[in-house]
């Protein structure tokens, strides 16, 4: 189970990212997310995923 608060979830996927992660594909496959539903989550609280820094900004 994931956070479900953006700015919870903002902070778990940014730590997985850079501890765990060589990109988001790669955390949404091996964690079963839905990669759509995350990064519209996200948006809506004005981060973006950037792959050149491999974390939401």
């Known amino acids: 189970m994931i956070p ?4 919870i979830l903002l ?5 997985k ?3 765990e992660y060589a990109s988001l ?3 949404c496959d ?3 997310l839905d990669k759509t539903k995350i990064v519209q ?4 609280v004005d981060y973006r995923y950037d ?3 491999n974390r939401f900004v």
Do not use: H
């Open 4 to 7: 479900q608060d953006p700015m």
């Open 11 to 15: 902070s778990y996927l940014n730590t």
């Open 17 to 19: 990212l850079r501890d």
């Open 25 to 27: 594909d790669l955390l």
């Open 30 to 32: 091996d964690l079963q």
């Open 41 to 44: 989550k996200l948006s809506a």
């Open 51 to 53: 792959a050149s820094l």
